[in-house]
């Protein structure tokens, strides 16, 4: 069976219920919150051996991340490092309702993942992986996050393993000029570029529509394979081949949208969760948008569904997309 492995942190979202504020509400919900185990979880549902790798405080709200985390069926490799001298990242989530947005504070500056280095994470189990799966937002944390990060690809590449990164950009946690120089830094070993449309254009300073996108990034940047997506409008995939660029488009159907936070991991762990059963792209794609629509539809970041749901989303996609 093929084996998803992903590296980042997650920080504990606290979110006011339905649509409330933060500065007037008096509860919260506390979630798990990352791009990379987002992913894992999703992969994970559709049959995929998952595992996420992160360094944590050893204390309750780092046992909180993982316990979460395995409560959705994907293993965890942890390095448990002393919380008097690390803390646990925190998010603080706001929902929106047109014409007010949803709005993110982060507070993660000091946490434990910005401190891992290479000997951090269990190698071994990464060079064995089919496909292994960053945010850009983890390297983003610090130089030694980076480095670290950039080790990580290193090793899965040279082993032969699908490498991706998601840019999952978002405005107040890093400054884009240090996001794309870490991007930059990373693309010798990256084979897969997931990114959304405007975050791809704010972070590498690129304009264009989402195929225009994909194939100048492709070329400038000799990756294999680019995926942008456009949010509730689907998504498309370039596929660079010897003499030729492929690309396949999917747009997403109709959906009742609920919550959006976690549509962009779910697309991702979809995306690649596919990908590494299967090297049909545009089936990848299909099964990525179908996981990033029932995100849509569910309360929280992290997507609770089972493969026969995404299957049959799958199969409305693929009559939309023609």
Same mark, same amino acid.
Do not use: C
């Given at each position: 069976?093929?084996?998803?492995?992903?590296?980042?942190?997650?920080?504990?979202?606290?979110?006011?219920? #339905?649509?409330?504020?933060?500065?007037?509400?008096?509860? @919260?919900?506390?979630? *798990?919150?990352?791009?990379?185990?987002? *992913?894992?979880?999703? &992969?994970?549902?559709?049959?995929?051996?998952?595992?996420?790798?992160?360094?944590?405080?050893?204390?309750?709200?780092?046992? $909180?991340?993982?316990?979460?985390?395995?409560? %959705?069926?994907?293993?965890?490799?942890?390095?448990?490092?002393?919380?008097?001298?690390?803390?646990?990242?925190?998010?603080? %989530?706001?929902?929106? %309702?047109? +014409?007010?947005?949803?709005?993110?504070?982060?507070?993660?500056?000091?946490?434990?993942? @910005?401190?891992?280095?290479?000997?951090?994470?269990?190698?071994?189990?990464?060079?064995?992986?089919?496909?292994?799966?960053?945010?850009?937002?983890?390297?983003?944390?610090?130089?030694?996050?980076?480095?670290?990060?950039? /080790?990580?690809?290193?090793? /899965?590449?040279?082993?032969? &393993?699908?490498?991706?990164?998601?840019?999952?950009?978002?405005?107040?946690?890093?400054? +884009?000029?240090?996001?794309?120089?870490?991007?930059?830094?990373?693309?010798? %070993? =990256?084979?897969?570029?997931?990114?959304?449309?405007?975050?791809?254009?704010?972070?590498?300073? $690129?304009?264009?529509?989402?195929?225009?996108?994909?194939?100048?990034?492709? /070329?400038?940047?000799?990756?294999?394979?680019?995926?942008?997506?456009?949010?509730?409008?689907?998504?498309?995939? =370039?596929?660079?081949?010897?003499?030729?660029?492929?690309?396949?488009?999917?747009?997403?159907?109709?959906?009742?949208?609920?919550?959006?936070? #976690?549509?962009? #991991?779910?697309?991702?762990?979809?995306?690649?969760? $596919?990908?590494?059963?299967?090297?049909?792209?545009?089936? *990848? =794609?299909?099964?990525?948008?179908? *996981? /990033?629509?029932?995100? $849509?539809?569910?309360?929280?970041?992290?997507?609770?569904?089972?493969?026969?749901?995404?299957?049959?989303?799958?199969?409305?996609?693929?009559?939309?997309?023609?």
């Amino acid at each position: 069976m093929p084996e998803f492995v992903t590296f980042g942190e997650t920080p504990l979202r606290l979110s006011p219920p #339905g649509k409330e504020r933060l500065e007037t509400a008096d509860t @919260a919900t506390i979630d *798990a919150d990352g791009t990379e185990s987002n *992913a894992a979880v999703t &992969a994970q549902l559709l049959g995929v051996d998952s595992t996420w790798v992160s360094k944590l405080p050893d204390s309750p709200l780092g046992r $909180r991340i993982v316990a979460e985390l395995e409560s %959705h069926g994907i293993e965890t490799e942890i390095a448990w490092a002393d919380s008097t001298d690390t803390r646990q990242g925190l998010v603080f %989530h706001e929902s929106g %309702h047109p +014409p007010r947005e949803a709005l993110r504070w982060h507070d993660r500056n000091g946490s434990a993942t @910005a401190t891992a280095t290479p000997g951090d994470l269990p190698m071994d189990r990464i060079q064995s992986a089919d496909v292994v799966f960053t945010g850009l937002s983890t390297p983003g944390l610090s130089r030694d996050a980076a480095e670290t990060t950039k /080790a990580m690809l290193r090793a /899965a590449h040279g082993s032969g &393993a699908t490498t991706a990164i998601d840019v999952d950009y978002q405005p107040g946690f890093a400054d +884009p000029d240090f996001l794309k120089d870490v991007l930059l830094e990373l693309f010798e %070993h =990256l084979e897969v570029l997931i990114a959304n449309e405007s975050k791809i254009r704010t972070v590498l300073d $690129r304009s264009g529509k989402p195929r225009e996108l994909a194939n100048t990034i492709a /070329a400038d940047y000799d990756l294999e394979t680019v995926v942008i997506t456009r949010s509730q409008h689907g998504a498309v995939a =370039l596929q660079d081949t010897p003499g030729t660029n492929v690309i396949h488009e999917r747009e997403t159907v109709e959906s009742a949208a609920l919550d959006d936070s #976690g549509q962009h #991991g779910a697309f991702s762990g979809g995306f690649l969760g $596919r990908l590494a059963e299967d090297d049909d792209l545009s089936a *990848a =794609l299909s099964y990525g948008v179908a *996981a /990033a629509t029932l995100a $849509r539809t569910v309360p929280g970041p992290l997507l609770t569904a089972d493969r026969s749901e995404v299957e049959r989303v799958v199969d409305d996609v693929i009559e939309k997309s023609g």
